[in-house]
C-alpha cells in the first residue's frame, strides 16, 4: 500500500472551478490512480481514473466534459481539475490507488487518502 494525501478542496460557487491534488508517499507510475467521491448518505462513486503513463482516462457521465484527471509521476501526483461546477458536485473527494488498471469500482483500488471537502454553493 501507500499513503496518499488529498488537497485543493474548499467551498466554491456554481460554474467555478477548482484543482484537487493528490500525492503519494512514494511512485505510482505502474499504478493507474483513480477519484471517487461521496455524498452524505450515499455510497462511494467513481469519478474518474488515468492510467500509470498518464495516456488514457476514463471519466463516469456526470464528470465528462468538465472534469480532467492528469498526473506528474515525478512528482508522485495525481490532479483532478474539475470546471463549471454544480451543486450536485458536493462531496467528500478521494483519490486511490488501483490495483485493476482503470477501473470504477472501489473493490480495485487498495489505498485511499483521507479525502478533501468540495462544497458548491448555487
Known amino acids: 500500500q501507500v499513503q496518499l494525501v488529498e488537497s485543493g478542496g474548499g467551498l466554491v460557487q456554481a460554474g467555478d472551478s477548482l484543482r484537487l491534488s493528490c500525492t503519494a508517499s512514494?511512485?505510482?507510475?505502474?499504478?493507474?490512480m483513480g477519484w471517487f467521491r461521496e455524498a452524505p448518505g450515499k455510497e462511494r462513486e467513481f469519478v474518474g481514473a488515468?492510467?500509470?503513463?498518464?495516456?488514457?482516462?476514463s471519466y463516469a457521465e456526470p464528470a465528462k466534459g468538465r472534469f480532467t484527471i492528469s498526473r506528474d509521476n515525478a512528482k508522485n501526483t495525481v490532479y483532478l481539475q474539475m470546471s463549471n461546477l454544480k451543486p450536485e458536485d458536493t462531496a467528500v473527494y478521494y483519490c486511490?490507488?488501483?490495483?485493476?488498471?482503470?477501473?470504477?469500482?472501489?473493490?480495485?483500488?487498495?489505498?485511499w487518502g483521507q479525502g478533501t471537502q468540495v462544497s458548491v454553493s448555487s
Open positions: 488515468i492510467s500509470g503513463n498518464g495516456d488514457y482516462t
Open positions: 512514494r511512485g505510482t507510475t505502474w499504478y493507474a
Open positions: 486511490g490507488r488501483s490495483t485493476r488498471g482503470i477501473y470504477s469500482a472501489v473493490d480495485g483500488y487498495d489505498s
